[in-house]
């Protein structure tokens, strides 16, 4: 039996009960789930593609690979981005919780992750049967080396961004000790007091990506979480490798999502609307919090305000219950996250203003 932490948004379903009992309803801003409408196109191109006899691409079509490389080129400033070192995935979580299995980590590997992260580095360390290790910088590993060293920038839960020269000290200190570093930056496009900038762009990585991989998804930027649409890019080699076994494991992306994700990846212009809507609605929750009392950390990227009221995460988490509004403990992604609470701003923008009059 394999020894998985519980999974964590169980602890919340007495404090969503207590939130739906508001007489205005439940305000749910605990998960980054999209509620804006996927965009027209998209959905146009999931239907067309939707005659699907045949088997797809475990690699994904030219055509979807070709997408990822211009965008990456367009939109993250990565001039030697290769349609060949590109694989779609089934949704990024997938990837997370399975690339050191993939990858052949197994007891005696460690695979090193932020100590204020996403729970699902920790649960793939785990399903491999490798050492999980969080740590607050590199340096905390000592002499130890890493099979797999996860960022994440910007971050989930804080929206911390991580600036060029310490993602280049990050490159250099692995690439030294032969340790593979991957960078999940599936909140690239969405930085607002921050530019965050990819592992892969050539002024942190010197232009080559050997030793890296970096992990994105459509879910947030493209309203596509139901599509479970993502992608990983990188060392060639490794994507190869990743490759080979997911053929022979049947991770497929269905062609019809392959063919949505393409033209996702090639308009830019819902992803702007989407931006501008979540501007709106993260200045209208920040302002609220705000007046309310609690103090906004980090949150200069993604979809979330990294708050606290200076007191345990469970307390604030129960403040705002009785006010209809549920939201993420800190310590849902480590320790370190006990007197904060993670507030996403993803709500309809009445939800959103339903909360600020509240607060």
């Not at 998209?42 to 005659?51: H, I, K, Q, T, W």
Request: aromatic share 6%.
């Amino acid at each position: 039996m394999l020894a998985l932490p519980d999974f964590p948004w169980d602890r919340l379903e007495p404090y969503k009960e207590k939130a739906r009992l508001h007489p205005g309803g439940l305000v749910d801003l605990s998960v980054g789930t999209p509620v804006d409408p996927t965009p027209e196109a998209v959905r146009r191109a999931l239907s067309e593609a939707a005659d699907a006899p045949g088997y797809p691409l475990t690699y994904g079509t030219p055509r979807l690979r070709e997408a990822v490389a211009g965008w990456l080129r367009r939109r993250l400033g990565v001039p030697g981005a290769d349609p060949a070192a590109v694989l779609p995935v089934i949704g990024t979580k997938e990837l997370v919780a399975w690339l050191p299995t993939l990858l052949g980590a197994g007891p005696g590997d460690k695979i090193a992750f932020p100590e204020l992260a996403y729970p699902t580095y920790d649960v793939g360390a785990r399903l491999a049967g490798a050492e999980p290790v969080a740590v607050d910088g590199l340096l905390a590993l000592g002499p130890d080396t890493p099979k797999i060293v996860w960022i994440n920038s910007p971050s989930n839960p804080t929206g911390k961004v991580l600036p060029r020269e310490h993602l280049r000290k990050v490159v250099e200190w692995a690439r030294a000790r032969g340790a593979l570093v991957v960078s999940d930056e599936c909140y690239i496009e969405l930085g607002w007091e921050s530019e965050p900038v990819s592992i892969l762009h050539p002024d942190v990585c010197g232009g080559g990506h050997e030793g890296l991989l970096a992990v994105n998804s459509l879910s947030k930027r493209s309203n596509l979480a139901g599509y479970r649409a993502g992608f990983v890019t990188g060392d060639p080699a490794v994507v190869r490798e990743l490759l080979a076994v997911r053929k022979h494991a049947g991770m497929i992306v269905p062609a019809p999502v392959q063919a949505a994700m393409a033209v996702a990846l090639d308009d830019d212009a819902h992803v702007e609307e989407q931006r501008e809507r979540y501007a709106r609605r993260r200045a209208v929750l920040r302002a609220a919090l705000e007046r309310h009392g609690l103090r906004i950390d980090h949150s200069e990227a993604s979809l979330y305000l990294w708050a606290t009221r200076d007191e345990p995460c469970m307390d604030t988490v129960a403040h705002l219950a009785g006010l209809g509004i549920l939201v993420a403990p800190g310590d849902f992604y480590g320790p370190a996250g006990a007197r904060h609470v993670r507030i996403a701003f993803t709500a309809t923008d009445e939800r959103v203003a339903a909360a600020a009059g509240r607060l």
